[in-house]
C-alpha cells in the first residue's frame, strides 16, 4: 500500500480484508466463517492474519461442509450475531443451495415477518485462469432471482471496501460476490474510504453515443472498450449495476433515455441471466427510446474449457463490447 | 418425576391428539388445505421433548410439528389460524400446516425440507454459545433426516465445536413410504450418530416419561458444555404420512403392534393404575380439551384474511410494510 494525498494504491484483496477487519473490530457481534478462512489465511488470502488478530471463536475455520455452514450461519444471524460465511467458490455455494434459497430467503416471509435473516455471504465468483468447467462458473444470477436476497457485485475498489459494512447493517441476507479475476488487481482508493449504499447503479463514465450496462467482473473489460471507442470518436456511457437485487433500473433507463442505443454485458450465459433482466426491463419500459437493436455480450453457452484459446474464445473480452457498440451505434 | 408433572405430560397428549382429530375433520370439510402432516402416535415424542426445555432454549422443527408447536405453549387458537391461512395464524397466515413459527416461545418452524432445519440449529447454538448465554437448542427431525447430507454435516459440525445442542431424531421408521431398514444399511440410528463423537442414546418414544426424562438428561448435558448429545426416539405414526398418502407400503399387523402401545392410553393407565387419574378425570380434561379446540376453531374461523394488497409484505425489511 502506497499513501499519496489521501489516495493509495491497494488491490481488490487488500480493499475486502479491510472491511473485514474494520467490521470484526467494530462489532464483537461480528464473526467470520469458512472453509479455510482462518489458518490458511482464506482461498485467495484475502482473510489473511484475521485469525492471529481476532481469534478462533471469532474467525472460524470449518469443515468442507457447505450446507451445514451456510445453515450455521443463517441460524447464527437469528441467534442475535452478525455472521459472514465466506463460500470457497460460487461452484461450492451450490452445495448451499438448499440453506440459501429455502432457509435465508424464506424465513421472514413464512414466519409472517417475525425473523430476520441478517447474514452475509462472500462468495468469489468468475473464472480464473485455464480452470476448467467445475471452477469457472458465474451464477451470481441465479440468486438475484430469488426474492429475500440481497445481491451485490462489487466492481471498484471502494464498492469492495465499503459494501459489507452496509451488508451487516441490513437486517436480510446480503450476498457478496467477489470477482475471483479481480483480487489481484490494483486501484485507488482513498485513505478514510468507508461504508457505501448497497442500493442502485453507478454511472462510471459518462458518455452520449451508447450506454453500456456492466457489473461485477465486466466492468472493467466495459471501461476498456469505452476507451477503445473513445480513441474512434465514440461517446459510450459506462453503468455498472452494482446491485443485482434489488436491480435499479431507474439509472439504466435515464441513461438509454439520453443515448438511446444499448448494450449489456454479462460475464455469464446470457439466456435467463442478469444481462436479460435489463434488456426486459428496458423494452418494458423504454423501447421508444432505443434507435437501434440492444446488443448483448456474454458468455457463449458452453461449459467453459480448460485450453487456454477456448476459454478466452468462450469468454466476454472489451473487444467484443466495443464491437457491440460500434454495431448498436452503426 | 411427580404425579402432577406426569399428569402434564398426559394433558398435553390428549391435546395433541384430539387437535389433530379435530385437524382431519377440518381438512376433510375443506378447511384447511395444502399438505397436512399429523403426528397421531408420536405424541409421547412432542410432550416429553417439549416438558425438558426451559423458556429460554430453542427448537427447530420439521414439518410434522404441530404437537411440538402444541406442547412449546402456542396456543390454539393460532395454530388453527394459521392452518385456515388467517392473520392471527402465529406465522400471519403465511406459512401453513408446514410453517409454524413463533419468535415470543423461540420456535423456529416449521422447516419443511427434510433436514434442512438441523444447519441452522446448529447456527443458533453457536451464537449462545458467542454471546455466553446459557440456553440449550432442541433440534428436532425424523429419520428420513438421517439420510441427508445436511445431519452429517451438522452433527459433524455441532460435536466439533461441542455446541449446546440436543438432536432429536424423532423415528416413526418410515421416510414417506420407505421402511428404515430399506433406506439404512445400519437401522441402529443412536449407534451411527454416536460414530460422530456425540453422546447418544435411543429411549422409549411412546413413553413421555422416559421421553422427558432423556431429553432433560440430554439437555443438562449439552447445557453444562460437554458437547451436543443425539436421542433416537422410536416411536410410530398411527395414520399415514399425509393426508394424500393411502398407506399402502404398511403391513396392518405391525401397525397394530404399535397401536396396542398407544402413547396416549399408556400413560392414561400408568396414571390410573398409580391413582392419578380416574374415569370421570378423565372425562373431565377430555371434555375441556373439547372446548378448547371449540373455541380455538371458532375464533380462527372469525379471523380475517390478509388483504390481496399486501401480498409483497414479508419479503425484506424493505417491504416489511407493503411499500
Redesign the interface.
Known amino acids: 500500500m502506497t499513501a499519496t494525498a489521501g489516495i493509495r494504491t491497494v488491490t481488490f484483496r487488500e480493499a475486502f480484508r479491510e472491511g473485514l477487519r474494520e467490521a470484526l473490530a467494530t462489532d464483537e457481534?461480528v464473526?467470520l466463517m469458512g472453509e479455510d478462512v482462518g489458518r490458511y489465511g482464506g482461498c485467495f488470502a484475502v482473510s489473511q492474519g484475521l485469525l492471529e488478530e481476532f481469534g478462533e471463536?471469532r474467525v472460524?475455520d470449518?469443515?468442507l461442509?457447505e450446507?451445514?455452514?451456510?445453515?450455521?450461519?443463517?441460524?447464527?444471524?437469528?441467534?442475535?450475531?452478525r455472521?459472514i460465511v465466506e463460500i470457497m467458490t460460487v461452484n461450492f455455494a451450490l452445495l448451499a443451495l438448499?440453506?440459501i434459497v429455502?432457509?435465508a430467503a424464506t424465513?421472514?416471509?413464512?414466519?409472517?415477518?417475525?425473523?430476520?435473516v441478517p447474514l452475509v455471504l462472500r462468495i468469489p465468483t468468475g473464472p480464473g485462469r485455464q480452470l476448467g468447467a467445475q471452477h469457472s462458473h458465474t451464477l451470481e444470477g441465479w440468486f438475484a432471482h430469488v426474492?429475500?436476497l440481497?445481491v451485490v457485485a462489487p466492481a471498484t475498489h471502494a464498492d469492495a471496501r465499503g459494501m459489507l459494512a452496509a451488508a451487516l447493517v441490513?437486517?436480510?441476507p446480503v450476498l457478496i460476490f467477489e470477482q475471483i479475476g479481480l483480487y489481484g488487481v490494483r486501484g485507488e482508493l482513498s485513505v478514510d474510504a468507508g461504508p457505501v449504499d448497497l442500493d442502485g447503479a453507478a454511472v462510471r463514465q459518462r458518455g452520449t453515443d451508447v450506454s453500456v450496462v456492466a457489473y461485477g467482473g465486466t466492468l472493467a473489460p466495459a471501461l476498456d472498450a469505452a476507451a477503445e471507442l473513445a480513441a474512434e470518436g465514440v461517446s459510450a456511457e459506462v453503468v455498472d449495476l452494482r446491485a443485482l437485487r434489488p436491480l435499479d433500473s431507474s439509472t439504466v433507463l435515464e441513461s438509454v433515455s439520453r443515448t438511446h442505443r444499448l448494450v449489456v454485458v454479462d460475464n455469464a450465459w446470457r439466456s435467463g441471466g442478469p444481462g436479460a433482466e435489463v434488456v426486459a426491463r428496458v423494452a418494458e419500459l423504454a423501447l421508444d427510446q432505443l434507435d437501434a437493436p440492444v446488443e448483448r455480450v456474454g458468455a457463449v453457452e458452453v461449459p467453459v474449457p480448460y485450453p487456454r484459446h477456448l476459454e478466452e474464445a468462450a469468454l466476454p473480452s472489451a473487444s467484443q463490447v466495443a464491437a457491440a457498440a460500434r454495431r448498436a451505434v452503426g | 418425576m411427580t404425579g402432577a408433572e406426569r399428569r402434564a405430560l398426559f394433558t398435553t397428549m390428549l391435546r395433541v391428539r384430539r387437535f389433530e382429530e379435530r385437524c382431519v375433520e377440518l381438512y376433510s370439510a375443506g378447511t384447511i388445505h395444502g399438505f397436512l402432516h399429523l403426528c397421531i402416535g408420536e405424541e409421547a415424542v412432542a410432550a416429553g421433548v417439549l416438558a425438558a426445555l426451559g423458556p429460554e432454549d430453542g427448537v427447530v422443527s420439521t414439518y410434522r410439528e404441530h404437537g411440538h408447536a402444541l406442547a412449546r405453549g402456542i396456543p390454539m387458537e393460532s395454530l388453527f389460524a394459521e392452518m385456515f391461512g388467517r392473520t392471527t395464524g402465529c406465522s400471519g397466515g403465511r406459512g401453513g400446516s408446514m410453517h409454524l413459527f413463533d419468535a415470543s416461545r423461540r420456535f423456529y418452524g416449521g422447516n419443511a425440507i427434510v433436514a434442512g432445519g438441523i444447519p441452522v440449529a446448529v447456527g443458533l447454538a453457536l451464537a449462545d454459545r458467542l454471546r455466553g448465554r446459557d440456553r440449550v437448542t432442541a433440534c428436532l427431525f425424523g429419520d428420513g433426516a438421517f439420510a441427508e447430507g445436511e445431519f452429517h454435516e451438522s452433527i459433524n459440525l455441532a460435536a466439533l465445536w461441542r455446541l449446546p445442542l440436543v438432536f432429536l431424531c424423532e423415528n416413526n421408521r418410515y421416510a414417506m413410504g420407505t421402511a428404515l431398514a430399506r433406506s439404512h444399511a445400519e437401522t441402529d440410528l443412536a449407534l451411527r450418530a454416536g460414530s460422530y463423537g456425540v453422546r447418544s442414546w435411543a429411549a422409549d418414544g411412546m413413553d413421555a416419561v422416559a421421553v422427558q426424562e432423556a431429553t432433560e438428561l440430554a439437555a443438562d448435558t449439552a447445557r453444562a458444555g460437554a458437547g451436543p448429545c443425539f436421542l433416537e426416539l422410536r416411536t410410530y405414526r398411527f395414520r399415514a404420512h399425509s393426508m394424500y398418502d393411502a398407506d399402502r407400503y404398511r403391513d396392518r399387523t405391525e401397525l397394530e403392534a404399535w397401536r396396542a402401545r398407544d402413547p396416549v392410553e399408556l400413560a392414561a393407565a400408568a396414571l390410573a393404575a398409580d391413582g392419578l387419574l380416574d374415569d370421570a378425570g378423565r372425562k373431565e380434561l377430555e371434555e375441556a380439551v373439547g372446548r378448547e379446540i371449540d373455541d380455538a376453531v371458532r375464533a380462527a374461523g372469525a379471523a380475517p384474511l390478509e388483504p390481496v394488497e399486501d401480498l409483497t409484505r414479508f419479503v425484506t425489511t424493505a417491504t416489511e410494510d407493503g411499500s
Open positions: 457481534r464473526f471463536e472460524r470449518t469443515p461442509s450446507s451445514a455452514f451456510v445453515g450455521a450461519g443463517i441460524g447464527a444471524a437469528l441467534g442475535g450475531t455472521p438448499d440453506q429455502n432457509n424465513l421472514r416471509h413464512m414466519s409472517g415477518g417475525q425473523f430476520s426474492p429475500g440481497r441490513d437486517p436480510d
